[in-house]
Structure formats: C-alpha cells, structure tokens
C-alpha cells in the first residue's frame, strides 16, 4: 500500500515558466512534508518542508502548498531553469526524528 | 553538506557472497538510516538506528542486517547478496524532522 503517490513519473516544461509537482498521500497521520530533489549519482537533497499546521512555505523560487483535507501537496518552482532538471521526491513523517516515507518520484525536465 | 560519506560507492559482487556497505556521519547525529532506490519506487527505508547499539526495521529489511557500535558508523550487510537487491543504496542522518542524505553505493549483484 503505497502511502505517498507521485502518479507523473515525468514532468517538461520551458524555461522561465512554472513547474508544478504534485504528491498525494493516504494517511492522515502525517504532520510533516519535505522535498527532495536528486540529480543523478548523486544522493536526494532537501530542498523544503511543511509542517501540517501551514498551508504555504516559500523558499527564493520554491513553494510548497499542504491541502490537508485533499491529502495533496503540491511543489511550485518558478521560473523554472535548466539547473532544476532532476528527479524530486517528495516524502511524509509523523514523528520527529522519525521515518520518511517517500513517492516514487517525477522527473522534471526544463527545456531552454 | 551533513558530513556522510558512504563505502564502497561501487560495488560488483556475486549472488550468495556477504557485503557490506559502510556509512560515516561526522556530526554525532543520532538518527541515522539506510535506504534503497529503485525505479518506480522511489526510497524505500530497509534499516535504522536511534543511537549506538539501538537499531529496527524498516519496510524492505528482509535478508538486510545492520550494526551501530559507534555514533558515527552504520553498517549495512548484506548476509547472501542476491540478483534482487541491485540497487543504490543511501545512507541518511536526521536532523530534526528533515534528513540529509549520502552520495550513494551502487551494488550490483551478478
């Protein structure tokens, strides 16, 4: 049973405009969301969060929407550029200090 | 950067022989994980430990086993590799709710 669904696998979009990344997930235990980005060989890094108390978080171009009673968040990356070409992830906690559980990912691709 | 690094990053062995995979935190974090990559599933956590000698399972720890007899190592062996855990193997640390994550072993198994 897959808790966290990312249902793109892949994603294109033109540079300068916006990419938006969408996860979903089924427990209502969750209070916490993060999202990492990977390029290849080389391991995920955590690009921003959410607590279950906000429904927004902003960080320079990325912000990540919570829409708790849809189970759904979404990441927004705006202007998109060729550098965020990558696979992201997102993933859900219940506890801090606690497991991650992760999507299977949508590879994003920026065309110039 | 979290200070993780991860040994071998490559790794090529044959089916029935043990590995090891090896993960170094230089921060004395005491959360630290073990997960595997594979397409279409994203990361899947196999093994974790919250301090020395404490450690459980996670959803994918069948034929996995790991080890903590210091804060800053955490081993991950493999007792009988087999053809099915090819995979990337990461290594992660916690702080506070987000983790940070190694570069990555690479096993294949042949």
């Known amino acids: 049973d897959q808790q966290v669904k990312q249902n793109s696998p892949s994603l294109s979009v033109q540079e300068g405009r916006i990419s938006i990344l969408n996860c979903d997930y089924t427990n209502s235990m969750f209070d916490y969301f993060l999202w990492y980005k990977k390029y290849p060989a080389e391991g995920p890094t955590f690009l921003i969060s959410?607590?279950?108390?906000?429904d927004k978080n902003e960080d320079g171009r990325f912000t990540v929407f919570l829409n708790k009673s849809a189970k759904h968040l979404s990441l927004h990356i705006v202007p998109s550029q060729p550098g965020d070409s990558a696979v992201y992830f997102c993933a859900a906690s219940s506890v801090q200090g606690g497991k991650l559980i992760f999507g299977q990912g949508t590879e994003l691709s920026v065309k110039p | 950067d979290a200070g993780i690094t991860q040994s071998p990053r490559h790794k090529v062995t044959e089916t029935g022989t043990p590995v090891t995979l090896r993960c170094h935190q230089t921060?004395?974090?005491?959360?630290m994980y073990w997960y595997r990559q594979d397409p279409g599933h994203g990361l899947r956590l196999i093994h974790y430990?919250?301090?020395?000698?404490?450690?459980d399972k996670g959803e994918v720890s069948d034929g996995y086993s790991v080890s903590r007899s210091k804060t800053e190592d955490f081993l991950l062996t493999l007792e009988s590799a087999t053809s099915s855990q090819t995979s990337v193997y990461f290594c992660?640390?916690?702080?506070?709710?987000?983790?940070?994550f190694g570069p990555g072993t690479r096993l294949t198994v042949t």
């Open positions: 959410i607590s279950s108390i906000k």
């Open positions: 992660a640390i916690s702080r506070d709710y987000e983790q940070y």
């Open positions: 921060e004395n974090h005491r959360y």
């Open positions: 430990s919250y301090g020395v000698k404490d450690t």
